[in-house]
């Protein structure tokens, strides 16, 4: 199997990836399902209030064509004339511009999952007036994708028109003697069948361009392994940075905790392979383990014990219960309380007794 390039784009885009494409305005979104939809509403809005726009536009045309429209001078320019064209229009027009506005906007909102405004999409690039760009774009295979689509569309559009207008086309003929109110019934029972019969084939086209329209934009997101590390550098930082920083850490909290060993009241140890150093004063509850390690930090531990006259007691079960069972900075549990304090009472007794001997 041959090994893929580093500069390969062969992973999947992470999220930060693709939610920066959103911010951008990339966003997988097919164009003609929204005008399908658009158009199917359209229609339907349209075919429902047919009564109300035909009375509405014969009301309008019998208004502007009467004996008083061209008698009355003062007629076209009567103050509540404008009004009452405003109101027809809009009485006309209103539901069904209300549809497609809904219609539109729900659509949107379904294909990008929420709202989301870019700025950025709207930018004016200096490198979209490049014509040499510009001709690298007409002649991808994106470009050859998007005509072959068009091309297959308008075909069905013209296939359809033309079966639904061969199939009336008796009716179609008988037209030229009838009604003016026949004719546009007619037309708009015919101009409804075709529209749902368009809208029936581009709506399956339409949902088939909204996958592709997905799977170009997450191809176009695809990412190299080098820009996969990059971004993880940049959101969880460099792991060799982060790999000092704990060390830095860790060496910090060692000579924190070999700070008090001087100040320790015992150290326990194993005999070298473990160390545990015990604080305890008059007025705690129990004693405190301040420092712990094993190995090369226990033998640490011993010497600086050593050093600063901390007593050194070998219980090898005792320091290994101790390392085990409590953390630093934690009192001892009570069922280590009696080892301990045996070797407590034990370092009292012995610092006594140098005492008396100095003495006497």
Known sequence: MAATSPQEKTEQPTGKRINEARQRGQIPKSRDLTAVSILLVGGLTIYGCGDLIYERFSALLKMLWSREAFTNPGFLTGSDLPVKLVVSIFVMLGPIMGGILVAAILLNLTQIKGFIFSAKAINISLSNLNPITGLKR??????????????????IIGYVVYSVLWGERSTLIELSGSEVSDILRITGVLGIKILMHVCAMMLGLSLL????????????????????????????????????????????ARKRMLSKVPK????????????VALMYKPGMEAPTVVAKGVDFLARRIISLGRKHGVPIVQNPPLARALYKQVKLEESIPVNLYRAVAKILAY???????????QNG
């Open 209 to 252: 361009d909204f996958v592709y329209q997905k799977w170009q934009t997450r191809k176009d997101l695809m990412m190299t392994r080098q820009e996969v590390k990059e971004e993880h550098k940049q959101t969880e930082g460099n792991p060799q940075v982060k790999s000092r920083i704990r060390s830095l850490q860790r060496a910090l």
């Open 138 to 155: 007409l002649v991808s295979l994106r470009s050859l994708i998007e005509l072959t689509k068009s091309v297959f569309k308008l075909s």
């Open 347 to 357: 370092i009292y007794q012995q610092k006594q007794a140098m005492r008396r001997n």
């Open 264 to 275: 320790a009241s015992v150290v326990i140890t194993n005999p070298t392979h473990y160390a």
